[in-house]
């Protein structure tokens, strides 16, 4: 018979999904720009051989998919998505589903799906969260679709997905963009928490001076409690990794320059546009973009003398205790930001996204999977309209229990020197967000004074204007 689904690109997440599904028993037909790539990709795949279709035309591809034909996109964001629907819509018919599963830019989503649309092809916007392994074996997967066409793909998708104590992490989110625009988020968010773990980590190797192998141990211990997570996990395993060239610790030789590929810096740019402060994905960013600059850090080192003193005095395991909440701390802060960016965005775009279901589809397959996901889907599920998860009621008790030890680690890193871009940035929203009398009333002052702005008063309704006799 027929393939039941066709998927394009065959490279990292590509090969692994099409694995997943035939594995998951459903036939699926492949294609790949490299053709070669097809045979080799073919060959790998043994046993599943049977459930797998090698197209090397798209004509072939179309062919072997039963109309109407969903087409998984797995290529590079951007142009190349654009290009390969371009040459897809040749081969396509009427009512055939095109969905695009890498990481997109929700605009270019919106407007494909508009393009798609024109021209009686639906288009499926898909965020897939997991990396290679989750790819292969089960990833998170946030839809944005009509329901009748995510009614097409739903057997298919929830088969593959991840599944936390039986419950499949996917989810029709809403239409166009909404999936991706999720997806964009949960990357954020995941910029926020390797940044946060990447502070900590730095105080314990240049306040406290722990090896690569005792800070694994911390890690390890961390994850068997409410840090308890998959990003924790493998910073544990990384740090007790060794290089199999020196024998040395990998991360020791690993140069400090990250990488990044746009999808934290969209949720910054998102927030923004939205009006949301999302300080802690913002900070998070930042720091990748300071950390590629590794030659002028290191001529800026010779100019000032480097951080990191004095070095953290008392008992190691009080600063250890205190660096675990702080990171808890600091990640409520993260997490109430990046969800506050999606309650926006469900206004702004009448998206009416479920706050509750995102937080269950990441509890397994995605990089952010964690059990205080679960936590925070219950605190969606309990509190009707939630301003801000900072005010759900068991937030506020983890807040209050741990943001006294954040506080102490941002004054402490600020003492001796060592950087803390997330994570004080993370204690100042939410001191702001706590401060019921603030000071921008002197900004507003500051605004009339120069440019006649006005300014409301606390003891009477209208638009009014100080004193001044003078305007800038
Ligand atoms: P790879 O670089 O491993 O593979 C890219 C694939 O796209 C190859 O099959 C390549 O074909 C094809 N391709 C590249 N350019 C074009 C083009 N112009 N037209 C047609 N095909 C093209 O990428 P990944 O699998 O890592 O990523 C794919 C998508 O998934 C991206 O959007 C990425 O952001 C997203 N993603 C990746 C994750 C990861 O952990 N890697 C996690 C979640 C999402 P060829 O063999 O001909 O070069």
Redesign the pocket.
Known sequence: GKAEIGLI??????SNLALNIAENGHKIAVF???TA?VGTFFESAGALQPRIVPCTTLAELAEAIRPPRPIII????GK?VD??IAMLRDVLSPGDIVID???ANFHDTVRRFSELGNSGLTFIGMG??G??EGARHGPSIMVGATPEAYARVEPILTAISAKFEGEPCVALLGPDGAGHFVKTIHNGIEYADMQMIAEIYGVMRDGLGMSPDEMAGVFAEWNKGRLNSYLIEIAATVLAAQDRQTGRPIVEVIIDRAGQ?GTGKWSAIEAQTLGVSATAIEAAVSARILSSLKDERLAAEQAYGSGGLPKFEGRRDVVLRDLELALFAGKIAAYAQGFAVMAAASKEYHWNLPLPTIAKIWRAGCIIRSQFLGTLAEAFEAGGELANLLMAPAFIEMMKETHPSLRRIVARTAEAGLPMPALSSALSYFDLYRQGRGTSNLIQAQRDFFGAHGFERNDGKGAFHGPWTQSG
């Open positions: 690109g065959l490279g990292v997440m590509g790949n720009r490299t790539r797995m290529v590079p964001a190349p290009e390969q599963g890498g990481n897939v969260s990396g290679e590929k």
